[in-house]
């Protein structure tokens, strides 16, 4: 089974900048996607930013400009460099990822989410 666990998270003021890591372990043959959500309060979980396997990046309109999604093939990672940062991004950040895994004999496709990280902007 595919684990997905976040880091980086915290409280921060206005304007400042915060970077969060994401890995997914477990029997993993290719990531197709990995992508960023956030949930704030009393909210939906909405998708913050994406990258594809080929590096095709996608953002909400929010944050385009402010943050930056990047990916480290070799360790299964992605990471969501924000700056700028505002009041209204504050909310739990999670990290998804989805391609396919081989836990014994066959593949399967995997799509696995993080437990989040809560990220506060407030001065």
């Known amino acids: 089974q595919v684990q997905v666990v976040e880091s980086g998270g915290g409280l921060v003021q206005p304007g400042g900048s915060l970077r969060l890591s994401c890995a997914a372990s477990g029997s993993i043959v290719r990531i197709s996607r990995m992508a960023w959500y956030r949930q704030g309060p009393g909210k939906q979980r909405d998708l913050v930013a994406d990258i594809t396997s080929g590096g095709r990046t996608n953002y909400t309109n929010s944050v385009k400009g402010r943050f930056t999604i990047s990916r480290d093939h070799a360790e299964n990672a992605v990471y969501l460099q924000m700056n700028s940062l505002k009041p209204g991004d504050t909310a739990v950040y999670y990290c998804?990822?989805?391609?396919?895994?081989?836990?014994?004999?066959?593949?399967?496709?995997?799509?696995?989410w993080g437990q989040g990280t809560l990220v506060t902007v407030s001065s």
């Open positions: 998804n990822a989805g391609g396919i895994e081989r836990p014994g004999e066959f593949y399967f496709p995997f799509d696995a």
